[in-house]
Nanobody, 119 residues
Framework: QVQLVESGGGLVQAGGSLRLSCAAS????????MAWYRQAPGKQRELVAT???????NYPDSVKGRFTISRDNAKKTVYLQMNSLKPEDTGVYLC?????????????WGQGTQVTVSS
């Protein structure tokens, strides 16, 4: 049974920092690309950061330079360090594991952790 469990969310003032964690089980973690998404009320789910199995990272311009994604394969955990937070970063942050096997995509999601940034 695949489980992704996020933690580390909370309420923070603008300019502050938070570190999110996502602990995975039931998957070959090191072979999966991992990602963080966020969902704000009334908005589409937005990709925040990705890290490939080889450690390559990517970020949209909205968080580049402020957010850092990392992974610890031994702990089967992916992290999201968020600095210089802005009110528009508010949302539910969800962890995603992705792997393509023989042309078929496998995606798994956590339940999410709430991040609220006050102005």
């Amino acid at each position: 049974q695949v489980q992704l469990v996020e933690s580390g969310g909370g309420l923070v003032q603008a300019g502050g920092s938070l570190r999110l964690s996502c602990a995975a089980s039931g998957i070959s973690f090191s072979l999966n690309a991992m990602a963080w998404y966020r969902q704000a009320p009334g908005k589409q789910r937005e990709l925040v950061a990705t890290i490939a199995s080889d450690g390559t990272t990517n970020y949209p311009d909205s968080v580049k330079g402020r957010f850092t994604i990392s992974r610890d394969n031994a702990k089967k955990t992916v992290y999201l360090q968020m600095n210089s937070l802005k009110p528009e970063d508010t949302g539910v942050y969800l962890c995603n594991a992705h792997r393509r096997i023989y042309g078929r995509d496998y995606d798994y999601w956590g339940q999410g952790t709430q991040v609220t940034v006050s102005s």
